[in-house]
Nanobody, 127 residues
Framework: QVQLVESGGGVVQAGGSLRLSCAAS????????IGWFRQAPGKEREFVGV????????SYPDSVKGRFTISRDNAKNTVYLQMNSLKPDDTAVYYC????????????????????WGRGTQVTVSS
């Protein structure tokens, strides 16, 4: 079982940066790929990126590629989402998610690939 807690959300101006953190419980943190999704009002959940259990591989959709970076510190059971050059369209609730290594094809990009979800943190980008 993995429990995920996001933090670091807030309000930022367009063009600014924000770093989200995802703290996980459990002793087998490196056995989980950790991803991020976001959901804006009235829209479906959108895949934002994922980092492999080892931290050696990442995958991002075109919408955030080059602006967002995911990293992890397995010693601290924490994953980070660095968001730069933020746009108003990035406004959403951001969720941290976990997928056990080997349970789905890499990269896991669909909500159903993930077994564990955090409660989310709000990110608002003002124009």
């Amino acid at each position: 079982q993995v429990q995920l807690v996001e933090s670091g959300g807030g309000v930022v101006q367009a063009g600014g940066s924000l770093r989200l953190s995802c703290a996980a419980s459990g002793r087998t943190f490196n056995m989980y790929h950790i991803g991020w999704f976001r959901q804006a009002p009235g829209k479906e959940r959108e895949f934002v990126g994922v980092i492999s259990g080892s931290g050696l591989s990442t995958s991002y959709p075109d919408s955030v590629k080059g602006r967002f970076t995911i990293s992890r510190d397995n010693a601290k059971n924490t994953v980070y989402l660095q968001m730069n050059s933020l746009k108003p369209d990035d406004t959403a609730v951001y969720y941290c998610v976990a997928d056990r290594v080997g349970s789905s094809t890499w990269p896991p990009t669909k909500p159903y690939d993930y077994d564990y979800w955090g409660r989310g943190t709000q990110v608002t980008v003002s124009s």
